[in-house]
């Protein structure tokens, strides 16, 4: 099973992008794992920003992100998404895809795309 992330690149404070997550493989029982997102910016700590259930039913997102980011999953895709809109220079990171049996157990890891905000 593989997480292939994308979407990220370069963009302008305040403005938008999406981000993809891909689920490939032999993706059985991971299409009834939750689902996140991490991000790591240089320098620091990797950090959480959000997750979602198997069946896209809860959502949980970081203080800092609260209102600016959506995460949604598209089940017949094997595809999640984070919907970043209203980007600030402090949210360049690379983002990293997650996946696991539970929101607190997201313990498989894709490669990472790199999100850069300018200010």
């Known amino acids: 099973v593989q997480l292939q992330a994308s979407g990220g690149g370069l963009v302008q404070a305040g403005g938008s992008l999406r981000l993809s997550c891909v689920l490939s493989?032999?993706?059985?029982?991971?299409?009834?794992?939750?689902m996140g997102w991490f991000r790591q910016a240089p320098g620091k700590e990797r950090e959480h920003v959000a997750d979602i259930t198997w069946n896209g039913g809860v959502t949980h997102y970081a203080d800092f992100v609260k209102g600016r980011f959506t995460i949604s999953r598209d089940k017949a895709k094997n595809t999640m998404y984070l919907q970043m809109n209203s980007l600030k220079p402090e949210d360049t990171a690379v983002y990293y895809c997650v996946a696991g049996p539970s929101t607190v157990r997201l313990n498989y890891w894709g490669q990472g795309t790199q999100v850069t905000v300018s200010s």
């Open positions: 493989g032999r993706t059985g029982t991971f299409s009834f794992y939750a």
